[in-house]
Antibody, heavy 122, light 108 residues
Framework: EVQLVESGGDLVKPGGSLRLSCAAS????????MNWVRQAPGKGLEWVSY????????HHADSVKGRFTISRDNAKKSLYLQMNSLRAEDTAVYYCARDLGIKVGTITLDSWGQGTLVTVSS | SYVLTQPPSLSVAPGQTARVTCGGS??????VRWYQQKPGQAPVLVVYDDNDRPSGIPERFSGSNSGNTATLTISRVEAGDEADYYC???????????FGGGTKLTVL
């Protein structure tokens, strides 16, 4: 069974930093692209970042570019999101999600964790 | 940047058919995914590649995509289908995943 378990969410002050982790199990982590998706309270889904299986490049949403960095450790079957210069509008539940990888040039989020809450407030 | 537009809400009686729309410029040229999210839960993929279903998703869920509109169709709606539904594409011009704003489906 595919399992994704996020951790690291916390209350942090504006301008602060936080590192989220996502532990994967039940599948060959090193062969799948991975994503972070967030959801502000009462709002819709917002894609944050993507890294392919090889971690050879990354993509980030414009709203977090230059502040957030996605990374992965295939040996540890783990995905990370380093978040710097946090703002109140970054307050959200952060989900890690696996890309099914069925077709080049598409992303299909077939498995999701339960999310971890990040609150940015003074 | 690419934009997907969904109606905020939709109400359907049990047993009827719900059609959730997702509008975008020439979205018919893209491959659309649909997710279901129930309160307090993570999203679940229900349709991908316009009209394919992951294992475990009932045949009542189907999709179509043409021109400027993609549609998720839920036949014989049940109380358990009440949820938020999101469409999603990959925008190759920006290398971004794009979600629609979501549609809250209420089963009357």
């Amino acid at each position: 069974e595919v399992q994704l378990v996020e951790s690291g969410g916390d209350l942090v002050k504006p301008g602060g930093s936080l590192r989220l982790s996502c532990a994967a199990s039940g599948f060959t982590f090193s062969t799948y692209g991975m994503n972070w998706v967030r959801q502000a309270p009462g709002k819709g889904l917002e894609w944050v970042s993507y890294t392919p299986s090889s971690a050879s490049y990354t993509h980030h949403a414009d709203s977090v570019k230059g502040r957030f960095t996605i990374s992965r450790d295939n040996a540890k079957k783990s995905l990370y999101l380093q978040m710097n210069s946090l703002r109140a509008e970054d307050t959200a539940v952060y989900y890690c999600a696996r890309d099914l990888g069925i077709k080049v040039g598409t992303i299909t989020l077939d498995s999701w964790g339960q999310g971890t809450l990040v609150t940015v407030s003074s | 940047s690419y934009v997907l537009t969904q109606p905020p809400s939709l109400s359907v009686a049990p047993g009827q058919t719900a059609r959730v729309t997702c509008g975008g410029s020439n979205v018919g040229s893209k491959s659309v995914r649909w997710y279901q999210q129930k309160p307090g839960q993570a999203p679940v993929l229900v349709v991908y590649d316009d009209n394919d279903r992951p294992s475990g998703i009932p045949e009542r869920f189907s999709g179509s995509n043409s021109g400027n509109t993609a549609t998720l169709t839920i036949s014989r709606v049940e109380a358990g289908d009440e949820a938020d539904y999101y469409c999603q594409v990959w925008d190759s011009s920006s290398d971004h995943v794009v979600f629609g704003g979501g549609t809250k489906l209420t089963v009357l």
